[in-house]
């Protein structure tokens, strides 16, 4: 099951709370409404949200002390901050950034762009984290000392392959398309094009050598990283 990014709305006009809730719901998000600041706490407290949507203007604590509160704490330090705010209120902007948001819109805002905002700061606060050891096949990577070996081989990456090949292997037999794994391993460079994982991807396999074919291609969806090609090494089999 794919987990929908959960997202907080902070908005005290129940309209554009309602109507926000229902485009983030078939833009493929759960949207978790509140209508002010305690109750918004009350949900930070139970479960925390992906991300935030917060109205500047609520009754009560503003949605810039609120911003800054949930910077100030550990719980809530890294959680990314959508500001809404009133068109053509510069100043707000400027001190909703100073006090921890991520980013703001303005109202009235399109749903497409109020998604695609929301997508980007997820983007920016997700990439993938680079922790642990894994293995595939007889390929091991460990990313507390950056080395990677291959039947006991150690092979040289560069940052981004290296990068690339931590996630392809932490999610192997898996298909992952262009554009996902942009998401998941440039994270915050939204703007660069796909054909750039074509050209990891090629400097990946070639670095790899002999384990190069355990990154496949598949045809109109993507890459794959597979360890079932590398499972009976001919050198292995060919006593028994
Ligand atoms: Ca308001």
Same mark, same amino acid.
């Given at each position: 099951m794919k987990h929908l990014p959960r997202v907080l709305i902070v908005e005290d006009e129940p309209a554009i709370a309602e109507l926000i809730q229902v485009n983030l719901k078939h833009g493929g998000f759960t949207p978790v409404l509140a209508y002010d600041s305690v109750a918004a706490q009350r949900e930070l407290d139970a479960v925390l949200p992906d991300v935030i949507l917060l109205d500047w203007m609520l009754p009560g604590q503003s949605g810039l002390s609120l911003a800054r509160h949930w910077r100030r704490q550990e719980r809530t330090r890294s959680i990314p901050i959508l500001m809404l705010t009133a068109? =053509?209120?510069?100043? +707000?902007?400027?001190? =909703?950034? &100073?006090?921890?948001?991520? +980013? $703001?819109?303005?109202?009235?805002? *399109?749903?497409?762009?109020?998604?695609?905002?929301?997508?980007?700061?997820? %983007?920016?606060r997700a990439p993938e984290a680079v922790s642990d050891s894994v293995s595939v096949g007889a390929l091991v990577l460990d990313a507390?000392? !950056?080395?990677i070996s291959y039947r006991g081989q &150690?092979? /040289?990456l560069g940052p981004t392959e290296f990068k690339l090949l931590n996630y392809?292997?932490? !999610? *192997?037999?898996?298909? !992952?398309s262009r554009s996902s794994l942009l998401d998941k391993v440039w994270g915050d460079h939204v703007f660069i094009e796909e054909?750039?994982?074509?050209? !990891?991807? /090629?400097?990946? %396999?070639? #670095?790899?050598g002999a384990a190069g074919t355990m990154v496949e291609t598949v045809r109109g969806? =993507? $890459?794959?990283l597979t360890g079932v090609a590398a499972k009976i090494?001919?050198? #292995?089999?060919? =006593?028994s």
């Open positions: 068109r =053509g209120d510069e100043p +707000d902007k400027v001190a =909703g950034l &100073d006090a921890g948001a991520d +980013d $703001y819109i303005t109202k009235p805002f *399109s749903t497409q762009e109020l998604l695609a905002r929301i997508r980007a700061v997820l %983007r920016r507390a000392t !950056h080395r &150690d092979i /040289k392809l292997m932490k !999610h *192997s037999e898996r298909v !992952h054909r750039t994982v074509d050209v !990891h991807v /090629k400097r990946l %396999r070639e #670095a790899l969806a =993507g $890459y794959r090494p001919a050198a #292995a089999s060919a =006593g």
